[in-house]
């Protein structure tokens, strides 16, 4: 990776504009999970954080880490598009292993819709295997659900 990038960090306090302008940018976000909700959920534990690459006030890149007491996992992995091709997502990632690794944590793991190929390569470019299992999901809050239901088509 290029020394030159910018080093990970946790969100700081006022850029939550900021990495929820990245997010959209990069098609991470659906209205059946609110991102500030999300960002605060994410501050709220201590087993979770919300790492940010960032040059001055942009965020070029993000990526939540969390550990659920049995396997660490990471969401809103996501790279400024003008960004793309420099080493961030990589420098993400491995800014999210240390994050577990200090923490006792010997197995990560993410999820990837079936029909994002491009992603699926740059994991496995990074070691990451599929874990032939299927992820099963249940709504358990009907408002939730009900956004998801009127919206899901568009994604």
Known sequence: MPSDLPAFQSLPQGAEPAVIALWDRCG?????????????????????????????????????????????????VAADPDCRGQGLGRAAMAAAEDWLRARGVHKLQLMVRDNNLQVMGFYESLGYEDAKCRVMQKWIDPEREQIFLETSNDF
């Open 28 to 76: 991470s976000t659906r209205p059946w999970n609110p991102p500030e909700q999300d960002i605060a959920e994410l501050r709220a534990h201590e087993t979770a954080d919300l790492l940010v690459a960032m040059q001055g006030d942009k965020v070029l890149a993000s990526i939540a880490v969390g550990y659920d007491g049995h396997r660490g996992w990471v969401y809103y």
